[in-house]
């Protein structure tokens, strides 16, 4: 039988959601011998692979990296998570939303820069004008809130999946019922 490929992915955030992963603990193994992470900032693989069955998505699209990165993604899942407050509603990344990219540039890299002012351009991906929740950049399957997601709720997702039914989530989140 072979395994369901799974990849996790970090956008703008803090990576809370990536922590709650890893502390799913020995659960972990328990889904290693159904799942294969081909993908993720926990594992040394640099390419998105072409095709993916579940991928878990933390955080926000923020600048114009994130806004390549989620759409390729979109294109190799087959199914595609929110994953944490950041992915789902902009959460703390979307603070900046209000005020506007250029006064935050501003504050950042004028006001308080003491060194070598100025916005950074080389190797830092342009910021987009707005913050945006995954599903205002593209399709998604399955949303997950929570600033994380618990452990016990990620894992229940997945095992949800993996038997080919969409997780009830009422009673595990606090959008819950």
Same mark, same amino acid.
């Given at each position: 039988?072979?395994?369901?490929?799974?990849? %996790?992915?970090?956008? &703008?955030? !803090?990576?809370? !959601?990536?922590?709650?992963?890893?502390?799913?603990?020995?659960?972990?193994?328990?889904?290693?011998?159904?799942?294969?992470?081909?993908?993720?900032?926990?594992?040394?693989?640099?390419?998105? @692979?072409?095709?993916?069955?579940?991928?878990?998505?933390? +955080?926000? #699209?923020?600048? %114009? &990296?994130?806004?390549?990165?989620?759409?390729?993604?979109?294109?190799? /899942?087959?199914?595609? #998570?929110?994953? +944490? &407050? !950041? /992915?789902?509603?902009?959460?703390?990344? +979307?603070?900046?939303?209000?005020?506007? %990219?250029? =006064?935050?540039?501003?504050?950042?890299?004028?006001?308080?820069?003491?060194?070598?002012?100025?916005? @950074?351009?080389? $190797?830092?991906?342009?910021?987009?004008?707005? *913050?945006?929740? #995954?599903?205002?950049?593209? =399709? #998604?399957?399955? *949303? *997950?809130?929570? !600033?994380?997601?618990? /452990? &016990?709720?990620?894992?229940?997702?997945?095992?949800?999946?993996?038997?080919?039914?969409? =997780?009830?989530?009422? $009673?595990?989140?606090?959008?819950?019922?």
């Amino acid at each position: 039988m072979s395994k369901i490929t799974v990849a %996790t992915i970090w956008l &703008d955030g !803090c990576s809370g !959601c990536h922590m709650s992963f890893l502390d799913m603990d020995e659960r972990l193994m328990q889904l290693a011998e159904k799942i294969e992470l081909v993908y993720s900032p926990l594992v040394d693989i640099k390419e998105f @692979p072409e095709s993916v069955d579940i991928a878990l998505v933390e +955080g926000s #699209v923020s600048n %114009t &990296d994130d806004l390549e990165k989620i759409r390729k993604v979109r294109t190799h /899942a087959r199914y595609l #998570v929110s994953l +944490g &407050d !950041c /992915a789902v509603t902009g959460n703390v990344p +979307g603070m900046r939303n209000p005020q506007g %990219t250029a =006064p935050m540039l501003h504050r950042a890299y004028h006001e308080n820069a003491t060194l070598q002012q100025g916005i @950074p351009s080389r $190797q830092v991906p342009a910021l987009l004008p707005v *913050v945006l929740p #995954v599903h205002q950049a593209v =399709p #998604v399957d399955l *949303v *997950v809130p929570g !600033c994380p997601p618990s /452990a &016990d709720t990620i894992y229940y997702t997945l095992c949800e999946l993996l038997e080919g039914r969409i =997780p009830d989530l009422a $009673q595990r989140t606090r959008f819950g019922a």
